[in-house]
């Protein structure tokens, strides 16, 4: 997961930085992590790491400087990342109700999207949304308690802006609309993409997971399920990602 600032970074959008990154860290599909960083950064690379650890997620931190170049430095990340991965407990089978699915912008998808939500939700799943209205909002980043089973995220302006702070809340996967606007997944949550113009499955077929009415609502929730439980979305299979952390103020 690749994030170019933090250096010049003062203030709100600073910690709004560490937040996210650390929400990212320690996140439910994580099993480790390695802070990599270059030795000078406004937001510490032990700093992030430390704060993984107090959400009980192993985290270790390289920096290029102290390992002797970007080379050395990847070496050492790799290895760690490694015996991370050996140590790591067997994959269970996930069911709704351990669940959280981030809805970003679904527009277009109309009723037929806010059906899919609602039978989510009807099934005991939990969501984090970034346009919705309710007593239940956190901040950009922020996680809320596990108790609120819908959430408003706020704060967020662009597409991958916007999954990002949810992922940080704590969103497992990602419902989005997918056009010529809006393609391609993020690099620790699957992203389900979904048509709602017919002229879109052929023009992007390979980027779609579906068109908004292939399913019945329930049989999308469905198809989130087998999706927690290994199915690959289209943009897992290309593997296309996009990273991007909203800012507040000026970068300097």
Known sequence: VEHPLG???IGADREQTQEVLVGVGSHPNV??????GLGCEGVPAADVAERIRRHRRPAEVVTIQAAGGTGEAAKRAHGLL????GAAAELQASSLKHL????????????????VVAAFLARGG???EIQSSGPHRVKYGERPPRDWQRTQVDGAVGANEAI????ASGAQIVLEQGDAHYLGGHPIVPVIRIGYDETLRGALFDDLDGMINDRAPDEWVDWILDVANGSRTKSELSASVAFAIQRIGPTL
């Open 164 to 167: 990002t702070g949810m992922v």
């Open 82 to 85: 490694q015996q991370m991965e």
């Open 31 to 36: 099993r480790g992590a390695v802070v990599l």
């Open 100 to 115: 959280c699915l981030g809805v970003a912008k679904i527009d277009e998808l109309g009723k037929a999207g806010e059906d």
């Open 126 to 128: 939990r969501v984090l």
């Open 7 to 9: 250096c010049g970074q």
